[in-house]
Every structure is written in C-alpha cells, then in structure tokens.
C-alpha cells in the first residue's frame, strides 16, 4: 500500500486526512510550518509530525499530498525535490496547474482537487464530494481515482479533469459557494441593525437549497427583481442609500436576474 | 371559527392556503384572476371558487387573505371593500404597508407576511417559516398570530412586526434568498459552456448552507477572494473577459468580501 505524506495542516488538511486514514490510506506523516498544527493533526492520526522547513518533511513517502496556500504551493514544491524524485506529487487547489510540479522538476504529478469548501470547525463528509483528477503519468492517474473512489465510495463523484476544466469548475464554485456565502453575510449585515440574529433566515435559506434539488436556479428564482416589481426594488434601493456598498450589489444583482430572465 | 377567502391562486396561496386549511382553517372560497387556477386550488381544498372581477369573490368571509402580486394589490384592495366593510383584510406581502388598506376604508386590517420563497412546484413546510404579523386592531393582531402558531406549531417562529421592521426583513431576505439562488444561476451558466449540469455543485452547495447552521457567514467564508489570493482572483476575472456582466459582479463581490473580512 501507498505510503502517504500530508503536506499542510489546515483547513483542507485537517478535513482530508482523517477521511483518507478513514478509508485505509495509510499516512506516514504530517508536516506543517507550525510544531502546533502538524503534532495537533498527526495526533488525530497517528503517524509522525514534522514542522518548520518543508524540507524537514520524510522521504520516504510515495504520495505527497500537499494541500497548502496557493501562494506558497510552487515554494514548497520546489523544496520538495530533492531526495523525493521518485515520489507522486499531487495538490489539492483549484486554478494552480499540473505543470508547476514539471517545473519543479517532478515526474510524477497529480492533481486532487475536492470541489468542497473546508473549515476548520466542520468535519465534511467525503461521499459527497466530487474529486477532479489530473496526472502526468497514466498510472498515476488510475492511482489518485482509486485514492477518490475509497474515499467517496461512488464512482459518479471521481473525475477525470483537464486544467482548464478544473480552472472553469473552481470559479463556478466560487460563484456557488463564496459568493453565495457572501449573500448571506450581506443579509446578515442588515439583520444586524434590528439587532437580530442570521439565524433567522436559515429557514428561507434551507428552503432556496432544497428547490435547486428539484429545479434548475432560473426556474427557481422568486423575488421582486425577477418579478419585475420596480415598487419594490426601488424601495429596497432607497433603503441602502446609507450603505452605497450594498446599494451597488443590489443594484447589479437585480439587473442581472432580469437580464437572465429575459434569455 | 373564521370563515378565510383565499385571494390569489399564485406561489403563496397554492402554498398557504393548503396549509391553513391543514391546520383546522375553514376556507370558503379561493378566488383567482384565472378560471382554472381558482378551480384548481378550490378543488384541492374542497371549497368553492370564484374568477374574473375580484368583487366577485363571496362576502360571506371573516378573514381575507391577498396573496396577489405586490403592484395589483392596491386595487384588489379597493374592490373588496364594498360589501365586506367588517371583515378582516390581509396581505402576506414583505414591503407593502398595512396602510393601504386605510386608504382603502378598510378598518380591519393585517399583515400575515411568510418570510419564505414559494414556488408552485414545491409545497413548503411551515412548521419552518417565520412569521411577521401586524394587524390595527389588538384582536384582530392576537388571531392573525394565533393563525399563525397553527400553521408553524412553535411561538419561536411567530413574530409581532412593524411595516418598517418588515421591510428590512423583506430586504435582508432578498440577499439570502434571491441573490444567493443567482448566484447558483451563474453558477450554472459557467458550468454549461462545459456542459455540466448544476447537479454538480449541489455537494459544495449544501455544505455552504450546512456550515451556516454552525458558523456565521463572515466566520464560514473560504475562498480565494477572502484568503486575498491576488493570482486566483486575477485568473478568475480574466476568465470572465468575453462575459463583462459576470466579470463586474465577480469584481463587485470580491472586493465586498474582502472588505467585510477587514471589519
């Protein structure tokens, strides 16, 4: 079995390592920039820990999983080489590509992109996540979907992906998950200044998920914008006039459902 | 017990009216502009009907309850006063005063606003709804919120309102319910030129709306925009160069979130 080194100890890391342990993986290390982080997530798992230089990390591992900031990934890669050539280098992100690893001089590279948002304080369940996979070696590639199928135990959740696929998924998921999200904090903005909680409107909020279940987004859409109720929609702009912020996203969010309406 | 008409056969009353009526109402009479959705709802409530002029809807109710688009809501009013000067007149809508049935001469009157999305194709649950009454008489107040309990069964999800404080709720609403649902249409759009369906991002998107049940929405964001990944968010915007409208929205988004997450 494939010995496995998790590289990053956050929000990604501490979601995805307990469920590859979970599903018979077997982890040999973790390794983070923080003493804290790495022994905190290694002990959960129970296999080494490793901190400080990435460099300090096994080479003994075959798998290389490294789920760490965007920004720093093509860092750490680089770091990664020596000693650890006939590894399998595989990351986690979204829009980074394939060939940082082959600039890096790696052979063997791989991309695990779980289309998932991750927090710290939640415990995603990972039959439900849809994996994108890339690799520069057809074996590799047979290897990370087997790594998926384990871990979701369905095989209409593990993709075979290009770059540009998984570049297009990601921003759609920024717009489903980030953006959405960011609705709610908008709304939650305003419940604040009544002095109520966001809790509120989770009743409305579970009731718009459960309709895209059943209906594509446009035919879901209810509203005054979509209705077309420029009483409404003009009131509701009056009423930001204190937030210009607010007013522009409304402004735009409005015209945009109407321009969807009308195709 | 009241007597409730039922006017309007459109998302809210195919949702409410059943309801109430589940919940031990006697509804007489559902009116509709349309012949056959009058009848269609009548049927499945077991009442009569009525089409056509709204003054033609029976003068035999306690409780009027105008489910009908905000912009005829006005002169529904006006036409059903005569002849029903004692009854109870209600409205279920987010933004429209109780005054406008005072223009009306209407002494009885009420708010019975669900803060829910309705479509025809999805019966809502309410024992999950908040509720925002207001009524001008105190009587009047207690047997809308009374309605109210028997519809959601917990005192937790009925509230005494004001129109202003309605109008917020209305407002807050459209950014958690509307604004987020297009969102999931862009979404989808972005996905369709790959020609994936939105199905795809129903595991990402019931994982946002699930960590709202435990965090706040500032608290629950990932994302490039909030991990202010200037290359993610620079790739994404470029990638939106030939669709200029979902470009300023990414844009518009992106800095709001980021602006939030300095607060």
């Known amino acids: 079995m494939s010995k496995v080194a998790i590289i990053g100890a956050g929000r990604v890391a501490v979601n995805l390592a307990p469920a590859l342990?979970?599903?018979g993986a077997q982890i040999v290390e973790v390794w983070s920039k923080s003493r804290a982080s790495a022994e905190a997530l290694a002990g959960r798992l129970g296999c080494r820990s490793s901190w400080?230089?990435?460099d300090r990390v096994t080479c003994?591992?075959?798998?290389?999983v490294i789920a760490v900031r965007d920004d720093v990934l093509p860092d750490v890669v680089r770091r990664?080489?020596?000693?650890r050539e006939q590894a399998l280098m595989v990351h986690?992100?979204?829009s980074l590509p394939l060939s940082l690893f082959v600039e890096a001089g790696h052979e063997r590279a791989g991309v695990f992109y779980p289309m998932q948002t991750f927090s710290k304080e939640r415990q995603v369940d990972f039959s439900r996540v849809h994996f994108f996979i890339e690799a520069s070696i057809p074996d590799d590639e047979a290897a990370l979907q087997d790594l998926a199928f384990r871990l979701t135990g369905d095989a209409a959740f593990v993709h075979k992906s290009t770059a540009a696929l998984?570049?297009?998924l990601h921003l759609a998921a920024v717009f489903a998950c980030n953006f959405l999200n960011h609705c709610c904090t908008l709304s939650a903005d305003i419940l604040d200044e009544d002095g109520l909680p966001f809790s509120v409107m989770l009743p409305l909020v579970d009731e718009t998920v459960a309709k895209l279940h059943e209906l594509t987004p446009r035919e879901a859409q209810t509203g005054p914008a979509v209705r077309r109720d420029a009483n409404v929609t003009g009131l509701q702009k009056a009423m930001l006039a204190a937030r210009p912020d607010l007013q522009e996203i409304y402004s735009m969010l409005t015209k945009s459902i109407q321009r969807y309406d009308k195709l």
Chains 1, 2 share one sequence.
Do not use: K, N, P
């Open 80 to 83: 990664l080489h020596v000693g």
């Open 92 to 94: 986690t992100a979204g």
């Open 21 to 23: 342990c979970g599903s």
């Open 166 to 168: 998984r570049r297009r």
């Open 60 to 64: 003994d591992a075959d798998i290389y």
């Open 52 to 54: 400080g230089e990435v």
